[in-house]
């Protein structure tokens, strides 16, 4: 019986052995179970999975740094244009005074008063709101710097005619 039993061993053996399945993976398969091709497909396909990840941070990067870029041209571009609004709003208040005092020596007839009044209000209005437009907002199909500047010239327009009477 002993033979039996020892025969039935080496046969378990065996067939446990044929049945393992070889991995390329070292943390599975054992002493048996490992297979130097698999192994290299591994590492292949590792490399591959790096390689493939590089490419793709490096595409974000060069993203990044455009969209950086661009950032930083819209900043400058909204800077100028805020200067421009400014100067545009220091000359509204220029012509506000001046209109004050023209108002006050000269006594107005009720009718230009009432004239200039309106176009000043009207230029106030256009100030308020170019104040408060968001980047890129347009006021009468215009810039809001450039809608002030308009408003501007009109003001300065009708106050010079009327130190000319």
């Not at 950032?71 to 800077?79: A, D």
């Not at 209005?125 to 809001?144: V, Y």
Request: overall charge positive.
């Amino acid at each position: 019986m002993p033979k039996f039993q020892f025969l039935t061993a080496i046969v378990s053996l065996a067939s446990l052995l044929t049945a393992c399945e070889t991995t390329g993976d070292p943390r599975a398969g054992g002493l048996f179970g490992w297979s130097q091709s698999k192994a290299q497909a591994r590492q292949d396909d590792l490399r591959r999975q790096i390689d493939e990840s590089n490419r793709e941070s490096q595409t974000e990067q060069q993203q990044t740094a455009a969209m950086q870029a661009q950032q930083r041209g819209l900043q400058s571009e909204v800077g100028d244009l805020q200067a421009q609004l400014n100067a545009s709003l220091a000359e509204n208040h220029r012509l506000e005074a001046q209109l004050r005092d023209l108002a006050r020596r000269k006594k107005l007839a009720d009718s230009d008063l009432k004239r200039v009044q309106s176009e000043l209000a009207a230029n106030t209005r256009l100030t308020t709101l170019a104040q408060a437009a968001p980047p890129g907002a347009r006021i009468d199909d215009r810039e809001p710097s450039t809608a002030v500047q308009y408003a501007n010239q009109r003001l300065n327009r009708e106050i010079l005619r009327l130190l000319d009477k």
